[in-house]
């Protein structure tokens, strides 16, 4: 069971660094650009972005990491002995709430 846990802590980590530089370039960079151009153009680009990332690897990193964060709250519910357990089930919890329910809602 060790061994799967660590997977997961490790598949999680790597892959919700890719989502948060996913969304800082897409807060810090993307947005500003689209306000820098007018409205039409914006607009087209935007709806551009929103079909080719539905055909990229984005949405199985973000359904990925999702669930893998859910499977570490299920692991860190059942052995909340063991060790980081809390902090395991604190930080899951956080990015599936702050980032996948934010997101879909």
Same mark, same amino acid.
């Given at each position: 069971?060790?061994?799967? +846990? /660590?997977?997961?802590?490790?598949?999680? *980590?790597?892959?919700?660094?890719?989502?948060?530089?996913?969304?800082?370039?897409?807060?810090?960079?993307?947005?500003?650009?689209? /306000?820098?151009?007018?409205?039409?153009?914006?607009m087209l680009a935007m709806q551009s972005?929103? $079909?080719? +990332?539905l055909k990229s690897v984005f949405l199985?990193?973000?359904?990925?990491?999702?669930?893998?964060?859910?499977?570490?709250? +299920?692991?860190?519910?059942?052995?909340?002995?063991?060790?980081? *357990? $809390?902090?395991?089930?604190?930080g899951s919890a956080l990015y599936v709430?702050?980032?996948? +329910?934010?997101?879909?809602?």
């Amino acid at each position: 069971m060790e061994i799967v +846990i /660590d997977g997961l802590l490790w598949f999680t *980590a790597i892959s919700v660094g890719i989502m948060a530089g996913v969304y800082f370039t897409f807060s810090a960079f993307v947005m500003r650009s689209l /306000d820098a151009i007018e409205a039409p153009a914006g607009m087209l680009a935007m709806q551009s972005i929103n $079909r080719i +990332i539905l055909k990229s690897v984005f949405l199985p990193i973000f359904f990925g990491s999702s669930l893998a964060s859910a499977a570490l709250i +299920i692991l860190a519910t059942i052995e909340p002995s063991s060790p980081g *357990a $809390r902090w395991t089930l604190m930080g899951s919890a956080l990015y599936v709430a702050g980032m996948f +329910i934010v997101t879909v809602a």
